[in-house]
């Protein structure tokens, strides 16, 4: 035996580094003629809707939210918003039965419209008692608004849950701390509600409308002992 060969064999150039347990995210296009009759509607909300159905920003904000109250939701306050919650709804049961779990119908429980004007940020969050997360880009110009940027939980010093080292300067799928998601206007992204998102470069451009919503499985079992359910209809 070619004791040069069983060492090559053996080495560790030839060990391979394989994904385990990967994130999942949907990227989908609503229909063109759709998209512009849904961006219509929304920006007409957006200059009409009544006062009752808007957050309180602070003076010098650079943000305007629309039904982002949790006794609201843009896509159920709003009849004429009724084909793009359907859409939506369908949208995200597939993507939780495309990732392998078992789903018979989901509930969009929060629903609400972000305008973002020029030089603002989107602080780096994460959606709190819901499933599946997603983000509607109704008016965006990928040249001048920021890319949503997704965030490694378990590379960022704050929120990494174990010990770490300093990561290579060449960036590879497990060392990166964030991910920007270029994508165009009519796009919808749906992702699991933990993953924290945002983006700090600052709006170059105006206008940038977005509409973020937040969905559980009706019911949620885990086998024959553990399950609750989510009302559409109640707001609490």
Known sequence: ?????????NSVE?????PIM???????????????EFKSKIEHLMDTADDKYRRDVPDGDKREFLCNNRFQNVLLDFPELKELHSILKESALNFIKKCGF?????????????????GSTLPVHRHANSYISGNYFVNYD????????LTNDRVV?????TLKLQPDDEKTPYN???????CEESTVLLWKSHILHGYSKPEIGDNRLTLSFN?????????????????????V
């Open 1 to 9: 035996m070619n004791t040069e060969d069983k060492t090559n064999i």
């Open 14 to 18: 030839n060990f391979q580094i394989i």
């Open 22 to 36: 990967p994130e999942a995210m949907a990227v989908f296009q609503i229909d063109k003629e759709k998209h512009q």
């Open 102 to 118: 078992i789903c018979d119908e989901v509930i969009i429980t929060d629903a609400w419209v972000n305008k973002y004007r020029l």
């Open 142 to 149: 990928k040249s001048i608004n920021s890319p949503l940027t």
């Open 157 to 161: 010093t704050s929120q990494a849950p």
């Open 176 to 182: 990166r701390n964030t991910y920007e998601i270029i």
């Open 215 to 235: 969905i559980m499985p009706k019911v949620m079992g885990v086998g024959e002992q553990f399950s609750y359910a989510v009302d559409e209809n109640s707001r």
